[in-house]
């Protein structure tokens, strides 16, 4: 290319690539490599003014732009004006790029009009004059068309010009403020209150020590004496090398930092219900603790050492293990025993109960769905299967689950990966299964309610838990720890367990077991007073054994007292007062218990 083109470059747009340049470009890119680089890193800024102009190029057959800002090799910004064509001799995605530097045309332009103004004498002195008026008027106008905050301050700190934006965010006119000193009206005080010296301001500083100043928050005062939050730029201007005042441009940030300080409010509250949060999630998970804690596995009889055994036995290793017994005898606690002794307690055990769960949902709770599987499916969810990936899945009461869906769990774990419902992708899933039932396998292979396979999958490691009734010598050291518990979570003092109630507690037959044992052990917690345990098993339905989470009318809680009362004759053989007496079983005198029998009616067939 000649260098009659000024500085030009070929572009090959396909492959982002200067093909040729003029010695003119080399120079204006400072790059002697500049030919076979890209193109896009000579772009200083907003890389889509390119791609527009360069659509109108080909759009129009030639198009020219000032939008488009490059950079030299050191990353100087250029300021140019582009003129461009396609260039269909090189390929169908070149472009003939002319670069003009405005700045040099200015610079050439000034010196002609130098040279013009020198040799025309008076008149183009006139003329220059008039430019210069002109130029001026512009610069008010381009100053009052601005939406920022705009006014001026010499040396001396008095204000040369203020635009419009400025009074109407201020409340002061020119007449105002033009002439004075600006921060004694509109900078005097912060906004606690304290005075604001000039001295310290970052606008005087900025034409005393010569700084630009940007501050980020502080405070405009209006004439009507209303503050307003300002962020501004102080910066100091000159007059050839002399420093003759500073140009301040502010903006009102005062809604913005409204929204901001309410922001931080909402964040601090949220940090503090958060912290709230966190203070009753461990609150309550020291009371689930406690709750919990006779899931612990009490007592010392055979039975309770051979489980101990077996789980010590199986926890390490990732068989899968069917625990049986009757209900309440403890099969979630072993299966909590064995997870927590086992590789994967650091991974949660997911609970699944199988009867807990509609049949037609059982699916979508052990699989999981994506969203749209079916109605109501909004947005996807992990099953159980997946939520235990990495740890262990206990299926209480495997029998209540429906035969099919028996066969879709089989079939799921033996593959090791789970399908979601609504989805053609399956997920691989590792995990240990712990199972249990309170019904007799067998039978219930037999009647076709569970299937065989799916036993023989399980039963690697059967476990049996033994009723209560058959291990009385458990009852003592139970009672024991659910009476703790039971205090504790009343706030009770622990009264004294006799030689009669225990032995009373070990001769019942226990139908619903440790489960049933700490029910009543609570209830009778609720009701004891004067000491000593009271219990009443031979007719546990009665109104004395109500649960302690149910709510009580009037007519109950007098149904409880008269129940008590009866418990405490009976415990004492229908005696009244003395050391061993009902009444101070009760802690009340002997006259107040003669008093409520005679009122009630009461005899000894009572108790």
């Known amino acids: 290319m000649s260098a009659a083109f000024g500085p030009t470059l070929l572009v090959d747009l396909g492959a982002d690539t200067i093909l040729a340049a003029t010695p003119e ?50 990353s100087r910004r250029l300021n140019c004006e582009l003129h461009g064509r396609p260039f269909p001799d090189a390929g169908a995605e070149v472009l003939l790029l002319n670069i003009i530097d405005l700045d040099a045309l200015d610079h050439r332009t000034e010196l002609d009009e130098a040279a013009k103004m020198y040799g025309g004498g008076l008149l183009e002195w006139q003329r220059a004059q008039a430019f210069f008026s002109e130029l001026e008027r512009q610069n008010q106008l381009i100053l009052n068309a601005a939406g920022e905050g705009i006014y001026g301050v010499n040396a001396d700190g008095k204000t040369t010009f203020v635009n419009r934006a400025a009074q109407e965010m201020l409340g002061w006119t020119t007449d105002d403020l033009l002439g004075r000193d600006i921060h004694n009206m509109i900078h005097h005080h912060h906004l606690n209150g304290a005075v604001y010296p000039s001295q310290h301001c970052p606008i005087y500083r900025s034409f005393r020590f010569e700084q630009v100043n940007r501050i980020g928050d502080e405070v405009f005062w209006r004439k009507d004496g209303r503050p307003i939050r300002v962020e501004y730029v102080s910066t100091p201007i000159y007059e050839g090398q002399v420093l003759v005042g500073a140009v301040v441009i502010f903006r009102d940030i005062t809604e913005r930092w409204e929204s901001e300080r309410k922001l931080r409010d909402a964040m601090e509250e949220v940090g503090a219900l958060r912290d709230s949060l966190m203070q009753e999630n461990a609150y309550l998970q020291e009371a689930i603790n406690i709750e919990r804690a006779h899931h612990d596995i009490i007592g010392h009889s055979a039975a309770i050492r051979q489980v101990i055994a077996q789980i010590e036995l199986v926890a390490r290793t990732d068989t899968n293990v069917l625990i049986t017994g009757e209900s309440g005898t403890g099969k979630s606690l072993v299966a909590s025993a064995i997870h927590n002794d086992s590789s994967r307690s ?27 599987a079916f109605s109501g499916a909004v947005r996807d969810k992990p099953g159980k299967l997946e939520l235990a990936h990495g740890g262990t899945l206990y299926i209480d009461e ?63 490691f059967p476990i049996q838990c033994t009723p209560l009734r058959e291990r009385s010598a458990d009852i003592p050291p139970l009672v024991s720890h659910l009476l703790t518990l039971a205090c504790k979570k009343l706030g009770r003092p622990q009264p004294i367990v006799t030689e009669g109630i225990m032995r009373k507690m070990q001769q019942y037959d226990w139908p619903g077991n440790v489960r049933e044992l700490a029910n009543v052990i609570e209830r009778s917690a609720i009701v004891s007073h004067g000491g000593k345990l009271v219990v009443d098993i031979q007719n546990p339905s009665a109104p004395s054994l109500r649960s302690a989470s149910t709510l009580l009318t009037e007519a109950d809680i ?21 050391a061993d007496g009902a009444a101070a079983l009760m802690g009340i005198r002997p006259t107040t218990l003669y008093s409520r029998i005679h009122k009630l009616g009461l005899s000894s067939e009572d108790w």
């Open 25 to 74: 470009a080399v120079d204006l890119f400072q790059d002697a490599a500049l030919v076979g680089s890209r193109l896009s890193p000579r772009v200083a800024a907003d890389f889509t003014q390119l791609i527009v102009f360069i659509d109108e190029v080909f759009h129009r057959k030639e198009a020219w732009t000032r939008r488009v800002e490059l950079q030299t090799a050191q």
């Open 346 to 372: 650091r991974r949660p055990m997911i609970h699944f109960k199988g009867g807990a769960v509609a049949g037609d949902m059982i699916e979508s709770e052990l699989f999981g769905h994506v969203r749209g």
């Open 398 to 460: 495997i029998a209540d689950i429906p035969l099919h869906q028996q066969g879709q769990i089989l079939e799921t774990l033996q593959r090791r990966a789970v399908t979601r419902l609504g989805d053609d992708r399956e997920r691989a899933i590792d995990l240990r299964v712990i199972a249990s039932t309170n019904r007799n396998l067998e039978r219930e292979v037999q009647a076709g309610r569970l299937r065989h396979d799916l036993v023989l999958f399980l039963n690697v």
């Open 558 to 578: 007098e149904q409880i007292r008269i129940a008590n009362m009866i418990a405490c004759l009976k415990e004492t053989g229908g005696r009244v007062s003395g």
